[in-house]
């Protein structure tokens, strides 16, 4: 069965340093994606990087970049020159398969994230 | 562009009375639904998704039933709530057509339950 573990429940970064949040994932289908939202505490999920299973190069976008280790089936997500905005809870999830056209996802736990001035 | 709507944004229900939760997302058509739950501190659990109108599926044995009456409508709904139902309430949608189906979420609903 498919599982996602984040396994820091909370970490801290100085403001402008880089930040490396923990994924690892468990599944048996070839084919998959893999994803990071993030959590403020306003309760909204806002979605910030994919990575399909096939693809060659890791995901970037912006700040944000997801560094893929297929064999080792993690999927970290690093946070680059960390600002205070960015803290908020940190959720990892997958999508096995192509899923059809169902697209259900499971989450992780999640990592609360503090910036610190 | 595509918007989700949810309400209401907080709700405080006595046991045993019933719920309903609407969701309705704008700019998009045949969207995939979905409802979640968020416990306190803790991750996203799947209760229900749709692909269609009038097609629900159940992830989770539950007190709750969700229907799809429009294309860009969700509901969710309990007859009578229980004090676990309480918790954090997100829909969201993704396209439908093609990957990688990422996510969009609502703004959510806080249900407290007592």
């Known amino acids: 069965a498919q599982k996602i573990t984040q396994t820091q429940p909370g970490m801290f970064v100085q403001e402008k340093e880089a930040v490396t949040l923990d994924c690892t994932y468990d599944t048996s289908d070839p084919s998959y994606g893999l994803f990071w939202y993030k959590q403020p505490s306003s309760g909204e999920m806002i979605f910030l990087i994919y990575?399909?299973?096939?693809?060659?190069q890791n995901a970037t976008e912006g700040r944000y970049s997801l560094n893929f280790q297929k064999a080792r089936k993690s999927a970290n997500l690093v946070i680059s020159a960390s600002q205070l905005g960015d803290s908020a809870m940190y959720f990892c999830?997958?999508?096995?398969?192509?899923?059809?056209?169902?697209?259900?996802?499971?989450f992780g736990q999640g990592t609360t994230l503090q910036v610190k001035p | 562009s595509q918007t989700i709507h949810q309400w209401p944004a907080t709700l405080v229900q006595p046991v045993g009375s019933p719920l309903s939760l609407e969701c309705t997302v704008e700019?998009?058509?045949?969207?995939?639904l979905y409802w979640y739950r968020q416990a306190a501190g803790r991750g996203l659990q799947l209760l229900f998704y749709?692909?269609?109108?009038?097609?629900i599926s159940s992830e989770v044995p539950q007190n709750l039933s969700a229907s799809r009456p429009q294309d860009r409508q969700f509901i969710l709904s309990s007859k009578k709530l229980l004090l676990s139902d309480s918790g954090f309430y997100l829909c969201?949608?993704?396209?439908?057509?093609?990957?990688?189906?990422?996510?969009?979420f609502g703004p959510g609903t806080r249900l407290t339950v007592t």
């Open positions: 990575q399909g299973s096939y693809d060659q």
């Open positions: 749709s692909v269609g109108i009038g097609q």
């Open positions: 999830a997958m999508r096995e398969g192509p899923s059809g056209n169902t697209g259900k996802l499971i």
């Open positions: 700019g998009t058509s045949n969207p995939n």
């Open positions: 969201a949608w993704s396209v439908s057509y093609h990957g990688p189906y990422e996510q969009y």
